[in-house]
């Protein structure tokens, strides 16, 4: 598949592709899952490590999550989010209202949210 092709697909130019090849932009979590359904790899297959992302009862979860209209809209108003303090609180607020609570992944997601 050309870069060309990818991106009418995205709905995007080529030269955004090519931004995202160079790391010139950062990919937010729904286009990347967007490009893996398009390509047919998994998400994973973009990492070094494969990935290193949810276990293997999650991850169709998650996907499910991300595709759904409020992930894509949760998703794409976090990544607007510059101040990594406030992503940050936004991760506690999050935790603190779900009705499941989540492992305690404090640590892991400071570093996450606040290196993007």
Same mark, same amino acid.
């Given at each position: 598949?050309? #870069?060309?092709?990818?991106? =009418?697909?995205?709905?995007?130019?080529?030269?955004?592709? #090519?931004?995202?090849?160079?790391?010139?932009? /950062?990919?937010?979590?729904?286009?990347? #899952?967007?490009?893996? =359904?398009?390509? /047919?790899?998994?998400?994973?297959? %973009? %990492?070094?490590?494969?990935?290193?992302?949810?276990?293997?009862? =999650?991850?169709?979860?998650?996907?499910?999550?991300?595709?759904?209209?409020?992930?894509?809209?949760?998703?794409?108003?976090?990544?607007?989010?510059? *101040?990594?303090?406030?992503?940050?609180?936004?991760?506690?607020?999050?935790?603190?209202?779900?009705?499941?609570?989540?492992? *305690?992944? *404090?640590?892991?997601?400071? *570093?996450?949210?606040?290196?993007?």
């Amino acid at each position: 598949m050309t #870069q060309h092709g990818l991106a =009418e697909l995205l709905g995007i130019t080529f030269q955004q592709i #090519q931004k995202y090849e160079k790391g010139t932009n /950062r990919i937010g979590a729904s286009r990347l #899952q967007r490009i893996s =359904e398009i390509l /047919r790899v998994p998400v994973g297959f %973009f %990492f070094e490590n494969g990935g290193g992302g949810p276990i293997e009862g =999650e991850t169709s979860e998650l996907n499910k999550f991300l595709s759904s209209k409020e992930g894509l809209a949760l998703n794409k108003a976090f990544i607007a989010i510059e *101040d990594p303090n406030i992503r940050q609180k936004l991760v506690a607020l999050a935790k603190s209202l779900a009705v499941t609570g989540l492992p *305690d992944l *404090d640590a892991e997601l400071q *570093d996450t949210v606040a290196n993007g």
